[in-house]
């Protein structure tokens, strides 16, 4: 059933940083090209979407079987749906069209089933007419969108000297202009910049005093004319010039298992960062830039949200997301500015979060899913339901609002919900 076109040896993943178009139909124009979407936020521009759901959910539109074992999410552009996964002995990348049948599936290298949570963790990334992914082992691949042909691969790791994580690569890598950024981490560099057209070394940026990478994304944030690569190393927030490479600034994150997951938020100057296990929590820190220096300083702590890898939404002045061990698997919803706890609620349990028009759409690890109005004076969950079974492991994946769906990933299956109106 599937067409496997195999492309033997190394892999790459790229985010790109596109222009963010609305995506108001389920066609052509659905328009998600990487990890959180065009603008990185978490956030869609669909609108007219379903204010409540039937007590069995909205429509189930499709249900696709057979894009292995894992946890990426979906991203989307040019009529076809990307996404990641453990087949067979194979890490495969696959592509769908807009109504779930497969199109192509390409081998990134070995299936990665090193520990009790195997399977891909880094989403796909649409960049053009080019798509770039990270397995969890360092293989970077570049593959033409559209049929899938390999225009280049190799190892990260094993090319920058970096230490995989004990639980192996998560990031989705990031597209600046003709630059692929990835972070291999270790004695050498910290983040490095790669020509997307040839893989060729651009620049590299020094260790972060031998840190390991985390399982968080890069992200692009540009203050007083300085722009920056934001990521979490296992220890810390790190800074990396994005025209140089030169280290900014290490800001020490500690955690338990050294597990910095969420990709670094930017807004007006300020870097939110938050992990879980009950340790660090959240900071908001505020950037303080001099020319091509900069570093940062701690504006608020709070231990109330210590977001474990499920995301976060930060929507009109406020941050949304589920704590791990400090609240218990409970939604929080804090002030941006301030860091007051707005509210703490149990909802349908801990896991993952998006949001389209006003709305959250939040789950938990164990296919329960929540509508919840996004709303910092109360919690207000207004519709759940839960997917069906048949998926493996819990259900992390980050779901996608796009083009009219809800687009979630359940282990082997993709389920795609019509939320229009």
């Known amino acids: 059933m599937r067409c496997l076109v195999v492309s033997i040896g190394c892999v790459a993943l790229v985010c790109a940083l596109g222009a963010c178009r609305p995506a108001v139909s389920a066609g052509d124009e659905a328009y998600w090209p990487r990890f959180h979407g065009p603008r990185a ?32 999410g979906v991203t989307m552009a040019r009529g076809l749906i990307y996404t990641a996964g453990n087949v067979g002995d194979e890490m495969i ?16 290298g070995k299936a990665y089933k ?47 000297d970096g230490k995989r994580p004990q639980w192996a690569l998560a990031e989705s890598v990031l597209i600046d202009g003709n630059r692929l950024i990835c972070c291999p981490g270790g004695p050498k560099t910290a983040v490095v910049a790669l020509d997307k057209r040839t893989h060729k070394t651009l620049w590299k940026s020094p260790s972060a005093e031998g840190d390991t990478i985390s399982y968080a994304s890069p ?23 994005a025209d140089g490479g030169d280290l900014l600034f290490r800001h020490p994150h500690p955690t338990e298992w050294q597990v910095n997951a969420l990709m670094p938020v930017y807004h007006d100057g300020h ?44 929507l009109d002045g406020y941050i949304y997301g ?7 698997g409970k939604w929080v919803c804090l002030d941006w500015k301030t860091g007051e706890t707005m509210w703490v609620q149990r909802g349908v349990g801990k896991g993952p979060i998006t949001c389209a028009d006003g709305m959250l759409y939040t789950m938990s690890e164990k296919r329960h899913v929540g509508l919840v109005r996004a709303n910092p004076n109360r919690y207000e ?10 998926g493996e492991g819990d259900t992390w994946a980050h779901p996608v609002v796009c083009g009219g769906r809800l687009y979630i990933r359940h282990g082997n299956f993709l389920y795609a919900y019509d939320v229009r109106k």
């Open 93 to 108: 990348i696959t592509a769908l069209d807009m109504r779930g049948k497969m199109r192509w599936q390409v081998k990134n």
């Open 219 to 241: 992200v692009l944030a540009k203050y007083k004319g300085l722009r920056m690569i934001l990521t979490m190393t296992a220890e810390a927030l790190i800074g990396v010039n």
């Open 114 to 160: 090193k520990d009790r949570f195997p399977g891909a963790r880094g989403t796909p990334t649409i960049d053009g007419n080019h798509l770039y992914h990270e397995s969890p082992t360092g293989n970077l691949i570049c593959l033409n969108a559209k049929t899938g042909k390999r225009i280049w691969a190799f190892n990260m790791l094993d090319a920058f």
């Open 41 to 72: 936020d978490n956030i869609s521009t669909d609108t007219g979407l379903l204010e409540s759901w039937p007590d069995d959910g909205p429509p189930l539109a499709w249900t696709a079987e057979g894009i292995g074992e894992g946890f990426a």
């Open 381 to 390: 969950l207004i519709s759940r339901f839960r997917i069906p079974r048949g």
């Open 322 to 328: 589920a704590a791990h061990k400090s609240g218990r």
């Open 271 to 314: 870097v939110f960062i938050s992990s879980g296990y009950g340790t660090s929590g959240s900071e908001l820190l505020k950037l303080h830039v001099r020319g091509k220096t900069a570093h940062v300083r701690r504006v608020w702590q709070s231990k109330d949200l210590d977001n474990h890898h499920g995301g976060v939404v930060l």
